[in-house]
């Protein structure tokens, strides 16, 4: 996720039971429900998918995540 870059305004739902983010390099700003939780190059984070969520690169560098919703419904 280039700098400045987002998953969009809002948060959203698209109905996986669970998701997991893993961030291979830069940070990351995961929305989650109510919260902001600022992630860093090798934290993880899992949570349901049925919880709005969202994310934001709000640094200066680029950003990369490995991020896997299951079951996938794509």
């Known amino acids: 996720i280039e700098p ?3 998953t969009g305004d809002s948060v959203y739902v698209h109905g996986t039971r ?3 983010v ?3 390099s830069g940070e990351l ?7 902001r939780i ?16 969202g994310v934001w690169n709000e ?3 680029r ?4 991020w896997v919703a299951a079951p996938a419904r794509y």
């Open 4 to 6: 400045g870059g987002s």
């Open 18 to 20: 669970v998701e997991t």
């Open 22 to 24: 893993y961030v291979l």
């Open 29 to 35: 700003v995961l929305g989650l429900g109510e919260q």
């Open 38 to 53: 600022a992630l860093s190059a090798g934290d993880s984070i899992t949570f349901s998918g049925e919880t709005a969520h």
């Open 59 to 61: 640094s200066e560098s």
């Open 63 to 66: 950003a990369e995540a490995i």
